[in-house]
């Protein structure tokens, strides 16, 4: 129960009990009247205090549901994200060892290229 509705039930008790005690002090009524006034009086107290903290309950209730449910969305948000990243680091990864062994295929060539040449350069030369 939150310390609003607390609150609120507080006086609803605390205003009743003094407007029963008020009702004692100046009723013009014999006392077994004042004792049934005094007992209704109770009853209805005792009943909008039980439909209060009922309605609190309620709230209270409603307001942890709606937070779960929130909570379950970003969970099913948060793996979604999650997973994307996962899938655009694999892509990534793939494309980086993709692009290191073309770039080790095109250097190989090279140096065998170089060699070559060389080796040709090194043939038309007259020792």
């Given amino acids: 129960m ?3 509705t607390g609150d609120l039930f507080k ?3 605390i205003g009743g009990l003094i407007g029963a005690a008020l009702g004692i ?10 004792r049934e006034d005094i007992g209704r009086k ?5 009943s909008k205090a039980k439909e209060e903290y009922e309605k609190a309950v309620e709230k209270s209730k409603l307001a942890y549901e709606a937070a779960v449910k929130r909570l379950g969305d970003l ?8 997973e994307e990243v996962e ?3 694999t ?6 060892a993709e692009t ?3 770039n080790k295929t095109r250097l190989k060539k090279a140096i065998d290229a170089g060699v070559e040449a060389y080796r040709e350069e090194k043939s038309k030369k007259p020792a």
């Fill in 2 to 4: 939150s310390e609003r």
């Fill in 11 to 13: 006086g609803l008790v």
């Fill in 25 to 34: 002090l100046f009723a013009p009524k014999s006392g077994k009247e004042t």
């Fill in 42 to 46: 109770t009853d209805e107290i005792i």
């Fill in 75 to 82: 969970q099913t948000s948060a793996k979604a994200k999650v």
């Fill in 87 to 89: 899938t655009k680091v």
């Fill in 91 to 96: 892509e990534l990864a793939s494309q980086g």
């Fill in 100 to 102: 290191i062994q073309d």
